[in-house]
């Protein structure tokens, strides 16, 4: 695996790449982020991976300084995963100046959720990733459904600007015991560890509900809402939706999917689970 720290040295090698999948990441890997390098592999004849702590998805009182930084271990995970190209660049290769061209996502899909909790989340995140595939050029990029909401952001990106990329989600990875693989898991005290599964326990309980027929989507939300309180949690939001834009749902058929954001003591944990 080749690993490029500026824009120049990527492009170089990815003009004799082939077809091009994607996947950027934030790096601190976990096998979430190993089954979308593995996915990708059936899409391309390359694989190309990013890893940048992209400070413009971060707010000001955010863990922008304290996300974990991995490299050694991201990049020998990386390499035996398939990874032929790593566009590893540095805040100067990436930011030359501040970077005062933004995409802005629709308010009506970037303002709700995380959104709401995360003001400019999704901005950033945009921003950082149209950019990215201007430097890459693939044909495919991938991203897990743990971040439910920034996998519709970023295909909806895609789609308004016409961008000849195909956007593809990769489901999330779970620990035995449920909780959704993430980086911010590394945060967690050993005690918050044993407690973290209860958001995706909550997520089920609701999901299993709704399949059965459940129409009292409020009943549900609330409930789960004060047993997450009573342990502990300080839930942002708990919610089903529709999956199509993320709105409260309307018609009885609509597909479904419930999300939620809680704080653990300081670790700020997401999950959802399509219905
Ligand atoms: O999901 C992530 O790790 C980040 O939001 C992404 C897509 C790499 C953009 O910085």
Known sequence: MQVHTTIASLRAARAHAGRVAFVPTMGN???????????????????IASIFVNRLQFGPREDFDKYPRTFEADREKLAAAGVAHLFAPTEAAMYPQPQSYHVDPDPGQASILEGACRPGHFRGVATVVLKLFNIVEPEAALFGK???????????????????????AGETVRAADGLALSSRNGYLTASERAEAPRLYRQLAAIAAAVRQGARDHAGLEAAAIAELERHGWRPDYLSVRRR????????????????????????????????
């Open 29 to 47: 890997l976990h096998d979430g982020h190993i089954a979308l390098v593995r996915e990708a592999a059936r899409h391309a004849d390359t694989v």
């Open 146 to 168: 743990k971040d439910y909401q920034q996998f519709m952001v970023l295909r909806n990106m895609a789609r308004e600007l016409a961008l000849p990329i195909e956007i593809i």
């Open 244 to 275: 199509a834009d993320l709105q409260a749902p309307r018609q009885p058929d609509e597909t479904l999917v419930v999300l939620a954001a809680a704080r653990l003591g300081t670790t700020r944990l997401i999950d959802n689970i399509e219905i």
